[in-house]
């Protein structure tokens, strides 16, 4: 049936004729009709007679870096973000039947067309419009918009105490959601004095009445704990009172830090208010060379866009899918985790085939291992294959079209391995420079959240074994002037290393042991730097006196780095990196 036609025949019902159903050949078809199919349809074939324009391509202008060897190809530009009072454009008016305004799914046969979304939206904007309250209908938030959000979950660690006496200051007495938040005990476990002690057991006893997930001293750092539990989940809105929040969007998870009293609101009333800051879109080109890290990756950004280039913003990290999946899941914890001390409030990955061969990991070992502890809840109720499948079928993305406030490239094949430093993740130098320079260190150290993992142990575990294959099978021993500190990330973590040998590795090395926590990347118990010192660590924060004495000098590397410096005694690296063909 025509264009002409199908008008004619909408023209001859009228709405009381709604219900009546009969069939006509339309383009060739024939189909079941009710009146309201016949406007939509009407709308349709107007669209694709008449909007033909609309359909064809626009020449890209995106530009893409040279490949290149070192130093790394990038380059900046930004979009600029107009005011929420500018008043769009609005089209026409369309006359519709009462059955369409009364019954949505009125055209529903026509469902199988995927209308792009009234408004494009960032990965970022679409997680917070899915966990904001109170939004007018047809409202899709945008960057700048002041939104009041019920985060999926919140985190708070050592500072659950005084989180809670702010609860208790403000009237409350029952947590609005206990589901919602987890406690962890990570920043000072190595503090036995009472004062510390007395602390923890509050926060224990806190949790225990409220029926709040708890995980003691030990066992893990929290955002690990997050992570690795399945707390932070992709495609929602994870917060925590901690800067390092941010290392959940390894997972594609938004992850962002709120203050004690925000905290406080959420155990409250399960909300809390939020402006979305300005996105910036980094797109990642090339693939990683052999011998380059995430924590190259993350070092390199905050060394070559070091003029606030991001500062509040929040970022969205993508790339060609061969690309993405040079970087896995625990290169992306990483990065995620330093965009903090790149001064950003996020950093976000996409759900992508990476990450769904990792969570499905997550899923099988949970069912297969974990049971639920004496403090939290099990493993297995989070991690599991069915909600997990229904992640994947209804997984959020960036709407083509979406609006950044800036857009940065990196060509990954033009890095090599960088170090942080000293004293500034601003500055920040090609391995093989500082190696010439021939700078002697004190002390080194693998721990914190950020590269602490089974995988980060093993890479610096694979240090010594190179050299011990060298050495007729005997791990050499770090020089007597170097100590080196070593912490997993999470207990769990630590029991992968010490299945696969890498903990024991890295102690017949002469490593020392510290338990699973924060410790010396937060400048807490053993084995802080002293004044004149140079220490060389594998975490996140390098500025005066975090680790310890203002006097000493402190870089950041990759964990096989300050592997390979403690084993030689000054900055160096392992030799694995492979230059690219040009």
């Keep these: 049936m025509s264009l002409h036609g199908l008008e004619n025949l909408a023209e001859s019902l009228t709405a009381s004729d709604v219900g009546v159903r009969g069939s006509q050949k339309i383009w060739g078809l024939k189909l079941d009709f009710t009146v309201a199919n016949i406007m939509a349809t009407i709308r349709l074939r107007r669209l694709l007679t008449s909007g033909s324009r609309l359909l064809r391509a626009q020449p890209s202008t995106i530009r893409h870096p040279p490949r290149c060897a070192p130093p790394p190809t990038t380059f900046l530009y930004t979009t600029r973000l107009y005011s929420s009072t500018t008043v769009p454009r609005q089209a026409e008016a369309q006359d519709v039947f009462h059955s369409q305004i009364e019954d949505p799914n009125a055209a529903s046969f026509l469902s199988s067309y995927k209308a792009p979304a009234p408004v494009p939206q960032t990965l970022t904007e679409k997680i917070i419009q899915k966990h904001s309250l109170g939004l007018p209908d047809g409202k899709y938030v945008q960057q700048s918009d002041y939104v009041t959000i019920a985060p999926h979950v919140v985190m708070t660690h050592d500072n659950s105490w005084p989180v809670a006496l702010k609860f208790m200051s403000i009237g409350a007495s029952k947590i609005h959601n206990p589901r919602q938040l987890v406690m962890t005990l990570d920043h000072d476990v190595q503090n036995k004095s009472e004062k510390n002690l007395k602390k923890y057991r509050q926060i224990e006893e806190f949790a225990k009445k409220q029926g709040v997930d708890f995980y003691p001293a030990g066992r893990g750092i929290g955002h690990q704990i997050m992570v690795e539990e399945g707390y932070a989940w992709p495609g929602t809105l994870a917060v925590a009172s901690d800067s390092h929040s941010n290392m959940y969007g390894g997972i594609g998870c938004l992850g962002t830090a709120v203050v004690r009293t925000d905290a406080a609101s959420i155990w409250a009333t399960g909300r809390t208010w939020w402006q979305i800051p300005p996105i910036a879109k980094v797109t990642f080109s090339g693939v990683l060379p052999v011998g380059v890290t995430g924590k190259d990756v993350i070092v390199a950004l905050c060394g070559l866009f070091n003029n606030d280039e991001v500062l509040n913003h ?60 004496l403090t939290s809840s099990s493993t297995a109720h989070r991690f599991n294959h069915q909600r997990l499948d229904e992640l994947f079928e209804n997984q959020p993305s960036a709407d083509r079209g979406a609006k950044y406030a800036k857009y940065l490239h990196l060509d990954l094949s033009t890095l090599s391995p960088y170090v942080s430093g000293p004293n500034s993740v601003k500055v920040a130098t090609p391995l093989n420079e500082l190696e010439a320079q021939d700078i002697k260190i004190n002390k080194a150290y693998l ?34 002037h170097v100590n080196f500190y070593i912490a997993a990330a999470s207990l769990p973590e630590q029991q992968a290393a010490e299945e696969q040998g890498d903990w024991q590795a890295l102690l017949d090395a002469g490593a020392k042991a510290l338990p699973s926590g ?21 975490s996140n924060r390098n500025f005066k006196g975090r680790m310890g004495s203002t006097d000493a000098k402190a870089y950041l590397g990759s964990p096989e780095v300050v592997a390979a410096s403690a084993l030689q005694g000054k900055i160096a690296g392992p030799g694995w990196y492979e230059r690219p063909a040009s």
Excluded: H
């Excluded at 924060?518 to 594998?538: D, Y």
């Design 518 to 538: 924060c410790g010396p990347c937060i400048g807490l118990g053993t084995g802080l730097l002293e004044p004149g010192e140079v220490g060389i660590s594998a």
């Design 314 to 373: 929040a970022i969205e990290f993508t790339g060609s899918e061969q690309t993405m999946r040079s970087i896995p899941v625990d290169d992306r914890l990483a990065i995620a985790n330093m965009t903090t001390e790149w001064g950003a409030l996020s950093g976000l990955f996409p759900i992508d085939s990476v990450l769904q061969g990792w969570l499905r990991f997550k899923a099988t070992e949970a069912a297969m291992y974990r049971s639920a502890g």
């Design 447 to 480: 721990v914190s959240c950020t590269n602490s993992r089974a995988s980060d142990l093993a890479a610096a575990a694979k240090v010594f074994k190179d050299a011990a294959a060298a050495n007729n099978g005997v791990v050499p021993k770090i020089p007597n």
